[in-house]
């Protein structure tokens, strides 16, 4: 079992950032993949970014350029660094892990945009 707390979210004005973090219950180094996903108001989930454990990534076009996904081994969380934000990148931001093909989820934390 893998548990994730997601911190980080909240208010923005656009053109501001935010940075969330996700800690978790296991070492991040047993962990092959771990993602943040984004849930707009009637939308579905969408991937954001992505990383390895070789430190690989990939990111939404829409972020490309103003996200920045990365991870700490050595406490044990996963970052996303959120810059230039958007109205259209309010969301509520869940992190993910995949280890033995097992998908976890943190219970997400909510981003808003908005002047």
């Known amino acids: 079992q893998v548990q994730l707390v997601e911190s980080g979210g909240g208010l923005v004005q656009p053109g501001g950032s935010l940075r969330l973090s996700c800690a978790t219950s296991?070492?991040?180094?047993?962990?092959?993949?771990m993602g943040w996903y984004r849930q707009g108001p009637g939308k579905q989930r969408e991937l954001v970014a992505r990383i390895s454990s070789g430190g690989v990534t990939n990111y939404a076009d829409s972020v490309k350029g103003r996200f920045t996904i990365s991870r700490d081994n050595a406490k044990n969380t996963m970052y996303l660094q959120m810059n230039s934000l958007k109205s259209e990148d309010t969301a509520v931001y869940y992190c993910?892990?995949?280890?033995?093909?097992?998908?976890?989820w943190g219970q997400g934390t909510q981003v808003t945009v908005s002047s």
């Open positions: 296991a070492s991040i180094f047993g962990i092959p993949i």
């Open positions: 993910n892990a995949v280890k033995y093909l097992n998908n976890y």
